[in-house]
Nanobody, 117 residues
């Protein structure tokens, strides 16, 4: 059974930094993609960033240059370092993990991030 346990959500001021963590119950090397999404009430969940098993990462334009995704295979943990936070970054952030054959997607429980101006 795969579980993704998130931590790190908080309320911060504009311009500050925050790091989210997502600890997997299994070896993260089994996932082809791991990533972060976010959701604001009343809106669809949107892509933030992801990293593949080769270490290649992609970012949404809205966070490029401010956010950084990383993965610690020894700790089976995914991170999202968020710098220069803006009020528009306020959302519930979800980590996810995808493996193929069969294609399965797992989600963390969500972490609320609130950025005040």
């Amino acid at each position: 059974q795969v579980h993704l346990a998130q931590s790190g959500g908080a309320s911060v001021n504009s311009g500050e930094s925050l790091r989210l963590s997502c600890a997997a119950s299994v070896n993260v090397s089994r996932f082809y993609f791991m990533g972060w999404y976010r959701q604001v009430p009343g809106k669809t969940r949107e892509f933030v960033t992801r990293i593949d098993k080769n270490g290649a990462s992609t970012y949404a334009d809205s966070v490029k240059g401010r956010f950084a995704i990383s993965r610690d295979s020894a700790k089976n943990t995914l991170y999202l370092q968020m710098n220069s936070l803006e009020p528009d970054d306020t959302a519930v952030y979800y980590c996810n993990a995808v493996h193929f054959e069969p294609t399965t997607t797992y989600w963390g429980q969500g972490a609320r991030v609130t950025v005040s101006s």
